[in-house]
Every structure is written in C-alpha cells, then in structure tokens.
C-alpha cells in the first residue's frame, strides 16, 4: 500500500522558516518524482513544487522561487520543503502528491496533509 505521510507543519509568523517532511512507503520511492501541492484556506489546490526520482531536478511556482527549496533523502524515503521568508499567503494545506497526471487536485496518492499558517 502506498502510503505518503507529511508533517512539520506549525503556526509561524511572517519572515519565519519551517521544514516540511514527507515520508513514503509501499512503492520504490527513488524511482519517483515527488510533488508539494497546497490548498490555501477557500481556494482550489495549487502546485508547489516538484523534485526528480534522483533529486537533481527541481521545479518552483514563481510565487515560491528563491523561498523555497524542495529536496530528499532517497535512503531515508523522505522528501523535503524548506520554506524561508514565510508569507501570510503561504497559508494552506500542504501534501505531498505523486502521480497527478490528471492534475494536481486528481493525483493518485497523497498524505493526509499538514497545516501552515502564516500569521502575526
């Protein structure tokens, strides 16, 4: 059974850092692209960012380019979101998703999700 379980999510104020975690199991992990994905509080769910099966690719939406930064641990089965310089509309609901062909909010596997929010 696949399964995608993230966390390290948290209440931060504005200009602050967290790290999100995502950890895998049930399918050969560094065989895959990894997606963050987040669902802003009334809004539909919007890409994040993407990392390559070996990690040596990396893709941003522009709103995060500079802030964040994706990464993994293909040892560890765990993908990483570094996110710096946090903003108010950083907040949602953030997963880690794979297999999306059919778009982001239709991806085959995703975790239960973790909460950021971004408030003074």
């Known amino acids: 059974e696949v399964q995608l379980v993230e966390s390290g999510g948290g209440l931060v104020q504005p200009g602050g850092s967290l790290r999100l975690s995502c950890t895998a199991s049930g399918f050969a992990f560094s065989r895959d692209a990894i997606n963050w994905v987040r669902q802003p509080p009334g809004k539909g769910v919007e890409w994040v960012a993407t990392?390559?099966?070996?990690?040596?690719?990396?893709y941003y939406t522009d709103s995060v380019k500079g802030r964040f930064t994706i990464s993994r641990n293909n040892a560890k089965n765990t993908v990483y979101l570094e996110m710096n310089s946090l903003k108010s509309e950083d907040t949602g609901l953030y997963y880690c998703v794979k297999n999306c062909a059919r778009g982001w909010s239709r991806c085959d596997y995703r975790g239960q999700g973790t909460q950021v929010t971004v408030s003074s």
């Open positions: 990392i390559s099966n070996g990690g040596s690719h990396t």
